[in-house]
């Protein structure tokens, strides 16, 4: 199961945020490490769609509050 690489500029300013998680992305870890945290994904019976589905989740999850933040700023600054 490899992870598909969805980035996008929400997941980029994401990182730069000092309060968001830093660490490695899943293709930076060592291949054996990839491949054990595969194997006991795939004994969960977590596959492919479901990993897919939570990426996608988070994405999207990870856009909407950008755009909440974008239209508060919007807000504040109208009321100057």
């Not at 998680?21 to 994904?41: A, C, I, R, S, V």
């Amino acid at each position: 199961m490899k992870k598909q690489n969805n980035t996008n500029k929400a997941t980029t300013e994401a990182k730069e945020n000092p309060g968001s998680y830093n660490g490695p992305e899943f293709e930076d870890l060592d291949d054996k490490l990839q491949e054990g945290l595969d194997e006991f994904l795939a004994e969960l019976g977590i596959g492919d769609d479901v990993i897919d589905f939570v990426d996608a989740k988070a994405v999207d999850k990870d856009q909407q509050l950008y755009m909440g933040w974008l239209q508060n700023l919007k807000r504040a600054v109208e009321s100057k």
